[in-house]
């Protein structure tokens, strides 16, 4: 499954986060950067000793990695071209800031992705193996943390975040978050109405949707299912040569999430009102969303 968020692509998948194809892969370390066992282990086996060489180096200069924190060596053998090593917090019962811990783990290892100008990373299920973090409440702060930064870093070098999930139970977990997130949801809609990609559209939508297009206090266009959808979005596409939508607030009320959209098109072609092909349209509105069975199944735009 995907989202796109600030032009990020967002997603999961069940396998080996070894064999990633990825700019960068996140190795779950402790703080001796030794290896050890889990996912730590089988990237020091797959990649070889120069990863190793390079933690001792590491450990020489600094004396290992804080839990919280994030260092990077050579991926060795390894497809991807950089490994980013973070510790992340062994689970006492929630007592000893482990929540913020694994965030920063995160952030730190998203951010040294972005120092590097990797476009791609890849992230383990980090601390929900032997360290015993509860997996219902890692995964939310993992798709949180990445959603912060990506939000507080929109010219990030990064393109996509992957969360490689080694058994069935997160997978699941991960799926249904990025089934039930609203935020991910409108993004990823808004980042393909911008691309003209009507499928990516269509992807997020409830096969029940309704449209409506508001103008002044008077419903202009209304259609309901996919079908008349796709063909008043292909219509719409058809008009303009460029255009781009800019959510500049998002804001939940009573069960709809409102956002307030900037929004910029150039024309195609002449339009009967005598606005011209190659003009400018300018203008701020709002949206309101509506999420069913993990889908968007109302979208109302005002102007």
Request: aromatic letters at 6%; a negative charge; hydrophobic letters at 40%.
């Amino acid at each position: 499954m995907k989202r796109n968020l600030q032009s990020t692509v967002i997603e999961f998948i069940q396998g080996d986060i070894t064999r990633a194809e990825v700019d960068g892969i996140v190795n779950a370390a402790n703080s001796s950067l030794l290896g050890g066992g889990g996912v730590d282990g089988a990237i020091h086996r797959a990649g070889g000793s120069e990863i190793l060489e390079e933690c001792k180096k590491i450990r020489a200069r600094q004396g290992g990695c804080p839990v919280g924190e994030a260092v990077i060596t050579t991926a060795g053998r390894l497809p991807a071209k950089y490994v980013i090593h973070t510790v992340g917090p062994v689970w006492n019962g929630g007592q000893h800031e482990e929540e913020a811990k694994l965030h920063s783990c995160y952030i730190q290892s998203l951010e040294l992705a972005d120092q590097y100008e990797l476009e791609s990373v890849a992230f383990p299920n980090i601390s929900t193996g032997i360290y015993g973090f509860p997996k219902t409440l890692a995964a939310p702060i993992a798709i949180r943390a990445v959603k912060e930064f990506l939000s507080a870093h929109p010219q990030t070098s990064i393109k996509k975040v992957q969360f490689v999930c080694f058994d069935k139970e997160n997978e699941e977990i991960y799926r249904k978050l990025l089934e039930q997130d609203a935020e991910l949801l409108i993004h990823h809609y808004i980042e393909a109405y911008n691309a003209f990609d009507i499928e990516g559209m269509l992807s997020v939508l409830h096969p029940d949707v309704i449209f409506r297009n508001i103008v002044g206090n008077e419903v202009s266009v209304e259609t309901k299912g996919l079908q008349a959808f796709r063909a008043l979005a292909e219509k719409a596409a058809a008009l303009f040569s460029t255009r781009h939508q800019t959510i500049l607030e998002l804001r939940e009320l009573n069960g709809r999430i409102e956002a307030d959209i900037d929004y910029t098109g150039v024309l195609a072609s002449d339009l009967p009102d005598g606005v011209k092909a190659g003009d400018t349209i300018r203008l701020q509105g709002r949206s309101i969303f509506m999420i069913r069975d993990g889908k968007l199944s109302l979208i109302e735009d005002y102007s």
